[in-house]
Nanobody, 115 residues
Framework: QVQLVEFGGGLVHPGGSLRLSCAAS????????LGWYRQAPGKQRELVATITSGGTTNYADSVKGRFTISRDNAKNMVYLQMNSLKPEDTAVYYC?????????WGQGTQVTVSS
């Protein structure tokens, strides 16, 4: 059974940094593509970043150069380092596991960027 649990959200000032973590359970995490998505109030959920089992990364244009996704297969963890945060980054951030054509989601963690 796949289970994803996010950690690390909170309130940060513009220009600040946060690191999100996601603990993934299940027997096939190491071969899955892991990712982060976000959903702001009144908007659709959108891709932030993904990382394949081989370490290939993909980022939304809006976060390139500011966010870094990484994973630790030994610990079944995926991380999102967020730097130079902007108010428009405010959203609920969701961890995602994409495996064999199926998507699994965490419960989400709130990130608020405000002065």
């Amino acid at each position: 059974q796949v289970q994803l649990v996010e950690f690390g959200g909170g309130l940060v000032h513009p220009g600040g940094s946060l690191r999100l973590s996601c603990a993934a359970s299940g027997s096939a995490v190491s071969i899955a593509t892991l990712g982060w998505y976000r959903q702001a109030p009144g908007k659709q959920r959108e891709l932030v970043a993904t990382i394949t089992s081989g370490g290939t990364t993909n980022y939304a244009d809006s976060v390139k150069g500011r966010f870094t996704i990484s994973r630790d297969n030994a610990k079944n963890m995926v991380y999102l380092q967020m730097n130079s945060l902007k108010p428009e980054d405010t959203a609920v951030y969701y961890c995602n596991e994409h495996l064999l054509g199926l998507d699994y989601w965490g419960q989400g963690t709130q990130v608020t960027v405000s002065s």
